[in-house]
């Protein structure tokens, strides 16, 4: 498969492994909120993936990548609630939208999509880097990414790597957005519980392409 | 932590659904998208329609104030958490009699991206809307870097006036001035004893030893200001009070709507052992307290606290408090 673009297929395995990857972690991520946010990251994601599942069963097996990405953002928008309910599925919105109709994404057009999605999150969450949000582990992964050369996978594990590196920064931040924005100097020592579902979803995307 | 609960995954569906069962002389329900509490007589011919909605867990808001004189609906999301925009559109619908919509959102930012989606929604199927964000917390003080103020208990008496210029014909240009009107002059600032539990979680949204509270806490639990050792109730109305007189500044003559709310688990005995502090406080400084509210009406699921809130009037504003009103949790004059 080297070489190969990210195909529908791919798409659909990513997501399968996100909602596997949530569902066993929603633990962890409602802990990390209950921290520093009101407890419900977790749950609300794994809401929002399970009702994505049941949603690819109906999708046609020949769905391109941008077509999976757009059945999971509109679920998103309307299982999810809270702030990343909007958030995650903006950004899954904006990358449906930057994959267009490709049948498969090369590496070029797998940055046009991770920079999509992030610039989406940004825009509705107005945060900037170091707010201690979501998009500190997004705008690493869109960095690395970016700088990985033409190799699609080798991408998507830099990414993925970046992101892990990204929510582990955002640790020591005071919050600048959301609800542990509230907490001033409490926040610090925690990590945002938005980063740690973003570096989920981008290394479930790197073992699975 | 025990709960009177069947089924922690279906605590919103059961309870909204008892809640339309025991008034539906108020009220209808939609339960498809969930849900979307409705008031009977919706839409209203030539009446701006007013839509609230949130996070579940801080009965009687939103629902208990759906009815004459108030909200046209609310949207309650899953345990403190905001409703998804389809529900939001759902209940704009239900209650755009072509007059327009108002929407009113706590500061919250899951509630404002939510409803900002629905609100683009609804223009895009014609539906005039005007949006007022309710943020009354002094307890935020730096909002340039935090999501600003939240909107608490305050949101009450945003909901009620603007319902009550609604009722009496009022333009949607002019509910929403006095929504705006209303959130610029009413000032809340709350505390918890004890922390309440998430019905699906295991454990507290937060945690506070046997003899701390925290001052300046949010509807969710969470923190506020600091956290101190627990004190008798008339220093810590003391704490409430001050930054809420400063903020505005509340002044000598000035007549107030005062709030005193209890967080759910509070004894209304005790909420009257803060209002009869608080009333001092404002007699020394020579607020009139023209009307007083005192119960537990924008709770923390089964948290032990209260908040205070001033609503600064004048003759326009209280007509608009003192106007008829008939929901689950408020009814007066009707």
């Not at chain 1, 673009?5 to 791919?10: K, V």
């Not at chain 1, 395995?13 to 407890?39: F, H, N, P, S």
């Not at chain 1, 997004?138 to 992101?163: E, F, I, K, M, N």
């Not at chain 2, 279906?10 to 909204?16: A, F, L, N, S």
Request: one cysteine or more; charged letters at 25%; proline letters at 5%.
């Amino acid at each position: 498969m080297d070489g190969a673009g990210l195909d529908g297929a791919w798409t659909r395995r990513w997501i399968e492994a996100v909602a596997a990857e949530v569902a066993r972690r929603k633990q962890e991520l409602t802990a990390l909120d209950r921290a520093i946010g009101d407890a419900d990251h977790g749950e609300n994601l794994d809401r929002g993936f399970r009702a994505v599942l049941g949603k690819l069963e109906a999708l046609d097996d020949d769905a391109t990548p941008g077509a999976v990405l757009k059945l999971v953002a509109t679920t998103l928008i309307s299982t999810v609630g809270g702030a990343a309910g909007p958030l995650y599925g903006t950004a899954f919105l904006k990358g449906s939208m930057a994959a267009g109709d490709r049948a498969a994404l090369d590496a070029a057009a797998l940055v046009e999509v991770l920079t999509a999605a992030r610039d989406g999150i940004v825009a509705r969450g107005k945060a900037e880097p170091g707010d201690k949000t979501m998009v500190d582990a997004w705008t690493p992964a869109v960095d690395a990414a970016a700088a990985a050369g033409d190799d699609v996978r080798a991408a998507l594990q830099a990414a993925a790597a970046a992101a892990a590196e990204g929510a582990a920064a955002t640790e020591p931040l005071v919050a600048h957005k959301g609800r542990a924005s509230y907490l001033g100097e409490r926040a610090v020592g925690h990590r945002d519980p938005g980063s740690e579902s973003t570096s989920l979803m981008l290394r479930a995307a790197a073992d699975t392409a | 932590m025990k709960k009177l609960i069947n089924d922690p995954t279906k605590t919103v569906d059961e309870g909204v659904a008892g809640f339309a069962a025991a008034h539906a002389d108020i009220v209808r329900v939609v339960v498809d998208p969930p849900f979307v509490v409705v008031r009977q007589d919706a839409p209203v011919p030539g009446k701006v329609g007013l839509v609230s909605g949130g996070g579940s867990g801080h009965e009687p808001l939103h629902a208990g104030f759906v009815g004459f004189g108030m909200l046209d609906a609310a949207v309650p999301g899953a345990m403190f958490t905001s409703p998804t925009p389809d529900p939001i559109l759902e209940a704009t619908k239900q209650v755009d009699a072509g007059a327009g919509v108002l929407h009113i959102v706590k500061n919250y930012t899951g509630d404002v991206l939510n409803f900002e989606t629905a609100a683009d929604l609804a223009l895009a199927e014609g539906i005039e809307v005007q949006t007022v964000i309710v943020d009354d917390d002094v307890a935020v003080k730096d909002s340039l870097y935090t999501a600003g103020r939240r909107g608490v208990a305050g949101t009450l008496l945003v909901e009620k006036l603007a319902g009550a210029a609604a009722q009496r014909g009022d333009s949607l240009d002019r509910v929403a001035e006095v929504a705006r009107t209303v959130n610029s002059r009413v000032r809340t600032m709350g505390m918890a004893l004890s922390p309440c539990t998430v019905p699906h979680a295991s454990e507290p949204s937060f945690t506070l030893a046997e003899d701390e509270v925290e001052i300046g806490i949010g509807i969710h639990g969470e923190p506020g200001r600091e956290r101190i050792a627990l004190e008798p109730a008339d220093r810590i109305v003391d704490r409430l009070l001050e930054p809420i007189l400063e903020d505005l500044p509340f002044a000598k003559r000035d007549r107030v709507v005062l709030l005193v709310n209890g967080m759910g688990g509070t004894p209304q005995s005790e909420l009257y052992i803060v209002y009869r502090r608080a009333a001092e406080v404002l007699a020394e400084r020579g607020i009139d307290v023209a009307r007083s509210l005192v119960g537990s009406y924008v709770t923390s699921l089964e948290m032990q606290g209260v908040s205070i809130t001033l609503l600064q009037v004048d003759d326009e504003l209280l007509g608009l408090y003192d106007a008829p009103v008939q929901t689950a949790a408020l009814r007066w004059g009707r």
